[in-house]
């Protein structure tokens, strides 16, 4: 059984910085592809950055292209987004998700990992 906990969430103000961390037990990363969703208040969770199990391929969502950077380490089993340029619209509970299958590609469906975070709450203020 994997147990995914995320941690780093926090208050910034727009244009800071913050630093999020997933540590996983009970498995290691190594043998996963691993995402980081998020959801906003009255809105669908939806995907923000993943990485494939080998740790070759990462993609991201439009909106936090050229402003996040996930990375995986697999020596400490966790997994971290950079957040940098935050944006108020970036105010969200974030989580993060293992997908089970070791594909070469991210999948980027909320339907497609199976274990998931508790969630850890972002919030970007004007």
């Known amino acids: 059984q994997v147990q995914l906990v995320e941690s780093g969430g926090g208050l910034v103000q727009a244009g800071g910085s913050l630093r999020l961390s997933c540590a996983a037990s009970g498995g290691a990363f190594s043998r996963y592809g691993m995402g980081w969703f998020r959801q906003a208040p009255g809105k669908e969770r939806e995907f923000v950055a993943g990485?494939?199990?080998?740790?070759?391929?990462?993609i991201y969502a439009d909106s936090v292209k050229g402003r996040f950077t996930i990375s995986g380490a697999d020596d400490v089993n966790t997994v971290s987004l950079q957040m940098d340029s935050l944006k108020p619209e970036d105010t969200a509970v974030y989580y993060c998700?293992?997908?089970?299958?070791?594909?070469?590609?991210?999948?980027?469906?909320?339907?497609?990992?199976?274990?998931w975070g508790q969630g850890t709450q972002v919030t970007v203020s004007s």
């Open positions: 990485i494939t199990w080998s740790g070759g391929r990462t």
């Open positions: 998700a293992a997908d089970l299958t070791r594909k070469s590609f991210v999948r980027i469906g909320v339907t497609d990992y199976y274990y």
